[in-house]
């Protein structure tokens, strides 16, 4: 079991480019958790998603971010026209049945914007 | 929504004594209490859980209590060793969705 699958691990944009972050939940995991981590900050909610179905965006500014998770290939969270403050750590994880279990997070993909 | 708070945010100690952490959460639906370790630069990574229908739960020298009335609760880890320093994290669940977690605690094991 390859575990949750995080690409790329490190992604440099300059300002105002797009930035595409995948992640590929463990097999038999059908919801995904995206959170954001500012470095010697903690885990900051983004989004919830289950197959074809945002759950909960409320961690998700309004303007810029997006995410889905599709019936067939992996979630992607995606950030339009990146600025300075997007720089931080992204990270997924999965679990098999909602937040009362235990999740399984990804290695991350570290945003760097320039 | 729900809101966790974590104590201390900072934590050192001499190596062989305990550590604890202490968490609080708002939201009397939270029924899932996990508890992470984040290593420098890496993912986090479960260490242990417990549920509302259950007070304590321990595993090697790692124990969780918790306090439903109070919404309290604590990671303990007795016999610290200096691979225990990281960056633990509590977080509350609840059925509807996200787990919310606290701003971590770093802990220091000094040999």
């Known amino acids: 079991n390859a575990g949750v699958m995080q690409n790329p691990r490190h992604l440099v944009r300059r300002r105002g480019q797009e930035a595409r972050l995948r992640c590929s939940p463990m097999?038999?995991?059908?919801?995904v958790y995206w959170y954001r981590q500012l470095p010697e900050e903690g885990l900051k909610f983004m989004v919830y998603?289950?197959?074809?179905?945002?759950?909960?965006e409320s961690g998700m500014p309004k303007e810029r971010f997006s995410a889905e998770f599709p019936k067939e290939g992996p979630s992607i969270l995606r950030i339009q026209q990146v600025v300075r403050g997007d720089s931080a750590a992204y990270f997924c994880a999965s679990s098999p049945g909602g937040s009362n279990y235990g999740y399984t997070f990804g290695s991350g993909t570290r945003l760097t914007v320039v | 929504g729900e809101n966790v708070e974590q104590h201390p945010s900072t934590l050192s100690v001499q190596e062989g004594d305990s550590a604890v952490i202490k968490c609080t959460y708002s939201?009397?639906?939270?029924?899932?209490f996990p508890w992470y370790k984040q290593e420098l630069g890496k993912r986090p990574q479960l260490i242990i859980d417990?549920?509302?229908?259950?007070g304590e739960k321990k595993d090697q020298r790692i124990a969780v209590t918790l306090n439903k009335t109070a919404k309290h609760f604590s990671l303990h880890i007795t016999e610290t060793q200096p691979e225990d320093s990281a960056v633990y994290f509590c977080a509350a669940g609840t059925n509807a969705g996200k787990s919310t977690f606290g701003d971590g605690t770093t802990l220091t094991v000094k040999p």
């Open positions: 097999k038999g995991h059908s919801h």
């Open positions: 417990i549920r509302s229908n259950v």
């Open positions: 998603l289950q197959k074809e179905n945002i759950i909960d």
């Open positions: 939201d009397s639906a939270s029924n899932y």
